[in-house]
């Protein structure tokens, strides 16, 4: 499977943006997803996780509250819809798909556990 992330873009401070990441040569229904980011000069950080069915959402404690990830099997797509957007969430956000089922059963917060990546979607916010 091979994915596409888009979305970012250049928002205000207390604004709102929604990710999406599509899928395409294969299918997403049997993965769980994760959303990374990572801003200039750092580690590439977890933001957020879904099980392959939509039912369980894990968050990084910074986002909790204002961003919410989602998927659409049927359209073979994740979303992140973030909202009250603040400048330390500019990054380049990942989409990852956990194929091999590693951080399923480890650590969803490890990107090292994820075996599928997007190319990357930048968000910038502007103060």
């Known amino acids: 499977v091979q994915l596409q992330a888009s979305g970012g873009g250049l928002v205000q401070v207390g604004g709102s943006l929604r990710l999406s990441c599509a899928a395409s040569?294969?299918?997403?229904?049997?993965?769980?997803m994760a959303w990374f980011r990572q801003a200039p000069g750092k580690e590439r950080d977890f933001v957020a996780a879904i099980n392959w069915s939509g039912v369980w959402t894990y968050y990084e404690d910074s986002v909790k509250g204002r961003f919410t990830i989602s998927r659409d099997n049927a359209k073979n797509t994740l979303y992140l819809q973030m909202s009250s957007l603040k400048p330390e969430d500019t990054a380049v956000y990942y989409c990852a798909a956990d194929g091999r089922e590693m951080a399923k059963y480890s650590d969803y917060r490890m990107a090292a556990l994820y075996d599928t990546w997007g190319q990357g979607t930048q968000v910038t916010v502007s103060s």
């Open positions: 040569e294969g299918t997403l229904s049997s993965y769980d």
